[in-house]
C-alpha cells in the first residue's frame, strides 16, 4: 500500500507524460514512474547546477577573461608628440563609449595611460601618468587625446 502511494507521487512528477483518451469518456495523461522519476531527476540536478552557478556568481568566482601583452623594446626612440599624435575611442553599439555614459548617467569604463619609463644607467622605472583631454583638433572631436601641455 506505502509504495502504491510512493509510485503513484513519483507518477504525479512525469512531465513527459501523453494525454491520450477513448471515444467515450474524458482526457488522461498517461504517466508512467520512470517518466516520473527522470522529471524529478532532471528539476533535481537543474536546481543544483543553478544553486553552484549563483553561488559562484555571487562569491565573484567568475573571472573576466582578459588578455593583455606587452613588448619591451631597448632601442631608445626620439618621439615629438603633438595634441593628436594619440587618439582613442570606445564604441558601444557604435555610439561612442563618452556620449553612451552621458545618455544613460553611469560610467562603464574608467581607464588612464601611463607612460613607462626605463632610465638603464640608474636602473630605475619611472610612471608617468598622462591626463586625457577632449581633442583640440576639428578633425578628431569627441574623440580623447593625451593633454600634451603636462609632458
Known amino acids: 500500500m506505502a509504495t502504491q502511494m510512493i509510485k503513484d507521487f513519483i507518477k504525479g512528477f512525469d512531465i513527459f507524460n501523453r494525454p491520450f483518451e477513448f471515444f467515450v469518456g474524458e ?8 517518466g516520473g522519476f527522470l522529471s524529478i531527476s532532471i528539476i533535481a540536478v537543474s536546481i543544483a547546477y543553478l544553486y ?3 553561488n559562484m556568481y555571487f562569491d565573484n ?3 573576466p577573461k582578459i588578455t593583455s601583452s606587452m613588448a619591451l623594446d631597448d632601442e631608445l626612440i626620439s ?3 603633438n ?8 564604441m558601444i553599439n557604435e555610439v561612442p563609449l563618452n556620449l553612451y555614459e552621458k545618455q544613460v548617467g ?3 569604463l574608467s ?6 619609463y626605463y632610465d638603464p644607467v640608474n636602473d630605475i622605472n619611472t ?3 598622462l591626463p586625457l583631454v577632449q581633442c583640440t583638433d576639428s578633425k578628431f572631436a569627441n574623440y580623447l587625446c593625451i593633454d600634451s601641455a603636462s609632458i
Open 52 to 54: 553552484y552557478l549563483l
Open 106 to 108: 553611469k560610467t562603464y
Open 127 to 129: 610612471t608617468l601618468y
Open 111 to 116: 581607464y588612464s595611460l601611463e607612460y613607462l
Open 61 to 63: 568566482k567568475f573571472e
Open 27 to 34: 482526457k488522461k495523461n498517461k504517466s508512467t514512474f520512470v
Open 83 to 90: 595634441d593628436s599624435f594619440f587618439i582613442f575611442e570606445y
Open 79 to 81: 618621439l615629438e608628440v
